[in-house]
Nanobody, 114 residues
Framework: QVQLVESGGGLVQPGGSLRLSCAVS????????MGWYRQVPGKQRELVAY???????NFANSVKGRFTISRDNAKNTVYLQMNSLKPEDTAVYYC????????WGQGTQVTVSS
Protein backbone atom coordinates (compact mmCIF):
# COMPACT_ATOMS: atom_id res chain seq x y z
CA GLN A 1 0.00 0.00 0.00
CA VAL A 2 1.34 3.40 -0.96
CA GLN A 3 2.10 5.69 1.96
CA LEU A 4 2.09 9.47 1.75
CA VAL A 5 3.62 11.47 4.58
CA GLU A 6 3.11 15.21 4.55
CA SER A 7 5.13 17.62 6.68
CA GLY A 8 6.11 21.25 7.01
CA GLY A 9 2.87 22.84 8.12
CA GLY A 10 2.52 25.23 11.00
CA LEU A 11 1.34 28.61 12.16
CA VAL A 12 2.42 31.58 10.07
CA GLN A 13 1.44 35.23 9.90
CA PRO A 14 -0.31 36.65 6.85
CA GLY A 15 2.24 37.39 4.16
CA GLY A 16 4.55 34.67 5.40
CA SER A 17 5.85 31.54 3.70
CA LEU A 18 5.91 27.81 4.30
CA ARG A 19 7.33 24.87 2.41
CA LEU A 20 5.46 21.60 2.56
CA SER A 21 7.00 18.23 1.76
CA CYS A 22 5.40 14.93 0.90
CA ALA A 23 7.33 11.68 0.95
CA VAL A 24 5.80 8.93 -1.18
CA SER A 25 6.55 5.25 -0.70
CA UNK A 26 6.07 4.23 -4.32
CA UNK A 27 8.94 2.93 -6.40
CA UNK A 28 7.25 4.15 -9.59
CA UNK A 29 6.72 7.64 -8.16
CA UNK A 30 8.28 9.33 -11.19
CA UNK A 31 5.54 8.15 -13.57
CA UNK A 32 2.69 9.67 -11.58
CA UNK A 33 1.24 13.12 -11.79
CA MET A 34 1.00 14.50 -8.27
CA GLY A 35 -0.98 17.22 -6.60
CA TRP A 36 -1.42 19.14 -3.41
CA TYR A 37 -4.96 19.25 -2.08
CA ARG A 38 -6.39 21.13 0.86
CA GLN A 39 -9.45 20.77 3.00
CA VAL A 40 -11.25 23.06 5.40
CA PRO A 41 -13.73 21.55 7.89
CA GLY A 42 -17.17 21.33 6.34
CA LYS A 43 -15.90 21.76 2.79
CA GLN A 44 -14.80 19.42 0.05
CA ARG A 45 -11.15 18.71 -0.49
CA GLU A 46 -9.83 20.82 -3.38
CA LEU A 47 -6.84 20.42 -5.65
CA VAL A 48 -4.67 23.55 -5.48
CA ALA A 49 -1.49 22.54 -7.29
CA TYR A 50 -0.57 19.91 -9.86
CA UNK A 51 2.67 18.65 -11.34
CA UNK A 52 2.87 16.16 -14.16
CA UNK A 53 5.39 13.35 -14.43
CA UNK A 54 7.29 15.59 -16.83
CA UNK A 55 7.26 18.61 -14.54
CA UNK A 56 4.45 20.69 -16.04
CA UNK A 57 2.51 22.56 -13.38
CA ASN A 58 -0.90 24.08 -12.90
CA PHE A 59 -2.57 25.89 -10.05
CA ALA A 60 -5.97 26.84 -8.77
CA ASN A 61 -6.76 30.49 -9.39
CA SER A 62 -6.84 31.11 -5.65
CA VAL A 63 -3.14 30.30 -5.28
CA LYS A 64 -1.74 31.15 -8.70
CA GLY A 65 1.30 33.39 -8.46
CA ARG A 66 1.81 32.60 -4.77
CA PHE A 67 2.36 28.82 -4.67
CA THR A 68 4.82 26.70 -6.59
CA ILE A 69 4.99 22.91 -6.80
CA SER A 70 8.06 20.84 -7.51
CA ARG A 71 9.19 17.27 -7.29
CA ASP A 72 12.39 15.35 -6.67
CA ASN A 73 12.01 11.93 -8.26
CA ALA A 74 15.28 10.71 -6.74
CA LYS A 75 13.79 11.30 -3.29
CA ASN A 76 10.20 10.31 -4.11
CA THR A 77 9.15 13.68 -2.74
CA VAL A 78 6.86 16.46 -3.88
CA TYR A 79 7.02 19.99 -2.47
CA LEU A 80 4.71 22.94 -2.17
CA GLN A 81 6.26 26.37 -1.67
CA MET A 82 3.65 28.75 -0.34
CA ASN A 83 4.37 32.48 -0.33
CA SER A 84 2.28 35.53 0.51
CA LEU A 85 0.03 33.37 2.62
CA LYS A 86 -3.47 34.58 3.42
CA PRO A 87 -5.86 33.58 6.22
CA GLU A 88 -8.02 31.84 3.62
CA ASP A 89 -5.13 29.45 2.93
CA THR A 90 -5.71 27.93 6.36
CA ALA A 91 -6.47 24.25 5.84
CA VAL A 92 -5.12 20.75 6.15
CA TYR A 93 -2.89 20.09 3.15
CA TYR A 94 -2.51 16.67 1.55
CA CYS A 95 -0.55 15.34 -1.37
CA UNK A 96 -1.77 12.58 -3.63
CA UNK A 97 -1.75 11.36 -7.18
CA UNK A 98 -3.82 13.09 -9.85
CA UNK A 99 -6.41 12.34 -11.18
CA UNK A 100 -6.99 9.17 -9.15
CA UNK A 101 -5.91 9.70 -5.55
CA UNK A 102 -4.97 6.65 -3.55
CA UNK A 103 -5.18 6.25 0.21
CA TRP A 104 -4.77 9.61 1.93
CA GLY A 105 -2.04 10.49 4.39
CA GLN A 106 -2.59 12.36 7.62
CA GLY A 107 -2.05 15.75 6.04
CA THR A 108 -0.29 18.74 7.54
CA GLN A 109 -2.10 21.67 9.15
CA VAL A 110 -1.40 25.15 7.84
CA THR A 111 -2.77 28.03 9.87
CA VAL A 112 -2.39 31.60 8.67
CA SER A 113 -3.22 34.03 11.42
CA SER A 114 -1.88 37.10 13.13
Amino acid sequence: QVQLVESGGGLVQPGGSLRLSCAVSESRFSIYAMGWYRQVPGKQRELVAYISSGGSTNFANSVKGRFTISRDNAKNTVYLQMNSLKPEDTAVYYCNSVPNPVNWGQGTQVTVSS
